[in-house]
Nanobody, 115 residues
Framework: QVQLVESGGGLVQPGGSLRLSCTAS????????MAWYRQVPGEQRELVAA???????NYADSVKGRFTISRDNAKNTVYLQMNSLKPEDTAVYYC?????????WGQGTQVTVSS
């Protein structure tokens, strides 16, 4: 069975930082695309950052220069370092692993940016 477990969400002040982690079990993830999405109630889930296997990261325009996605294939883990956080970054963040016909989602972790 495949399971993705997220951690690192929480409440942070504007301008602060958080680091999200997502670790998969039940797969060897070296060939997977790893990504982070976020969703606000009433809105569509949007792609925040993606890191294809052996390739360069892609970022939503709204987070470029502030967020960094990275991966550790040996640990089956993807990270999202979030700096200079803004209130508009408030959302539930979901990790995603995808390879060919297989796609897996984390349970979601709440990130709230508020003073």
């Amino acid at each position: 069975q495949v399971q993705l477990v997220e951690s690192g969400g929480g409440l942070v002040q504007p301008g602060g930082s958080l680091r999200l982690s997502c670790t998969a079990s039940g797969i060897s993830s070296s060939r997977y695309l790893m990504a982070w999405y976020r969703q606000v109630p009433g809105e569509q889930r949007e792609l925040v950052a993606a890191l294809p296997a052996g390739s360069s990261p892609n970022y939503a325009d709204s987070v470029k220069g502030r967020f960094t996605i990275s991966r550790d294939n040996a640990k089956n883990t993807v990270y999202l370092q979030m700096n200079s956080l803004k209130p508009e970054d408030t959302a539930v963040y979901y990790c995603n692993f995808q390879y060919i016909r297989n796609t897996y989602w984390g349970q979601g972790t709440q990130v709230t940016v508020s003073s």
